[in-house]
């Protein structure tokens, strides 16, 4: 068999999402982080709710969880990381616990020589309806990520990192979708975002944004830890991303005992 040589050089990701710490199995918790120090990826991306109620105690829970995972982590807020008790908290200081028990920014960034990925913050403290749980791109804030990818170094596989979903599942319309996603997508495809990393439904489903033409992948992930499921087990995504801008998806899913690829 002839010598092939090296693999191509690739950014391997673990895309973790809605981890719940208030809320979690303990038995998922235990055996993710050794599965995650066994693959040794690049970078942790944990696309938001890494809390139940935004208890003190649950940041330091998943802070601690962050910290055994043997890599770098990347994180944004979830609507469940802005406490829903403490209201004038809520109101004026909504990001207070997080930035002193997780990141100072809620929109961080992380690159190596293949990958730029960048985190948007889609949480909000209130909204113009009763479900306070639904998120939105603001102008100001997608205005400032346009900015952010247009600084990205050329040759680049550019992805971003949010917590509510930008489109459903194929043929299903949700209220869940986050507010400006049509607006969003577009200044993606835009600025050549390849991926888009996203939570908030514990459902796992992939879903080009546009049928032609420059469309970013829009990667849903189950839940990670939590026992909050959602007729789906615990799931997280594996993402490589090879020095040629190919990515390769391989969901990992909760069987009862240990981790095991998705079907299909």
Same mark, same amino acid.
């Given at each position: 068999?002839?010598?092939?040589?090296?693999a191509?050089?690739?950014?391997?990701?673990?895309?973790?999402?809605?981890?719940?710490?208030?809320?979690?199995?303990?038995?998922?918790?235990?055996?993710?982080?050794?599965?995650?120090?066994?693959?040794?990826?690049?970078?942790?991306?944990?696309?938001?709710?890494?809390?139940?109620? =935004?208890?003190?105690?649950?940041?330091?829970?998943?802070?601690?969880?962050?910290?055994?995972?043997?890599?770098?982590?990347?994180?944004?807020?979830?609507?469940?990381?802005?406490?829903?008790?403490?209201?004038?908290?809520?109101?004026?200081?909504?990001?207070?616990?997080?930035?002193?028990?997780?990141?100072?920014?809620?929109?961080?960034?992380?690159?190596?020589?293949?990958?730029?990925?960048l985190?948007?913050?889609?949480?909000?403290?209130?909204?113009?309806?009763?479900?306070?749980?639904?998120?939105?791109?603001?102008?100001?804030?997608?205005?400032?990520?346009?900015?952010?990818?247009?600084?990205?170094?050329?040759?680049?596989?550019?992805?971003?990192?949010?917590?509510?979903?930008?489109?459903?599942?194929?043929?299903?319309?949700?209220?869940?979708?986050a507010?400006?996603?049509?607006?969003?997508?577009?200044?993606?495809?835009?600025?050549?975002?390849?991926?888009?990393?996203?939570?908030?439904?514990?459902?796992?489903?992939?879903?080009?944004?546009?049928?032609?033409?420059p469309?970013?992948?829009i990667?849903?992930?189950?839940?990670?830890?939590?026992?909050?499921?959602?007729?789906?087990?615990?799931?997280?995504?594996?993402?490589?991303?090879? =020095?040629?801008?190919?990515?390769?998806?391989?969901g990992?899913?909760?069987?009862?005992?240990?981790?095991?690829?998705? =079907?299909?």
């Amino acid at each position: 068999m002839p010598d092939l040589g090296p693999a191509p050089p690739c950014t391997h990701i673990a895309h973790l999402t809605d981890v719940h710490f208030g809320a979690t199995n303990p038995d998922v918790v235990k055996s993710l982080i050794a599965e995650i120090r066994e693959l040794a990826p690049d970078l942790v991306v944990i696309s938001g709710d890494l809390t139940m109620g =935004a208890r003190r105690w649950e940041f330091r829970a998943a802070r601690r969880f962050m910290e055994q995972l043997g890599a770098p982590v990347l994180a944004v807020p979830g609507n469940h990381d802005i406490t829903p008790y403490r209201l004038v908290e809520r109101f004026l200081i909504p990001y207070a616990r997080w930035r002193e028990e997780i990141f100072p920014e809620t929109e961080p960034q992380w690159q190596d020589s293949r990958v730029a990925v960048l985190g948007l913050n889609t949480a909000r403290r209130m909204g113009p309806h009763l479900d306070w749980s639904r998120g939105r791109v603001t102008g100001f804030r997608l205005k400032r990520l346009v900015a952010r990818l247009q600084a990205v170094p050329a040759g680049l596989t550019r992805i971003v990192v949010a917590h509510h979903p930008l489109l459903p599942p194929e043929g299903e319309v949700l209220k869940q979708i986050a507010g400006n996603a049509t607006r969003a997508l577009k200044a993606f495809a835009a600025n050549d975002v390849r991926l888009v990393l996203a939570g908030h439904l514990h459902r796992s489903y992939s879903r080009l944004s546009a049928p032609s033409g420059p469309a970013p992948l829009i990667l849903q992930g189950g839940s990670a830890t939590s026992i909050r499921l959602r007729g789906e087990p615990n799931a997280y995504n594996r993402v490589a991303v090879f =020095a040629d801008g190919a990515i390769k998806i391989t969901g990992r899913i909760w069987n009862g005992s240990g981790w095991t690829d998705a =079907a299909g």
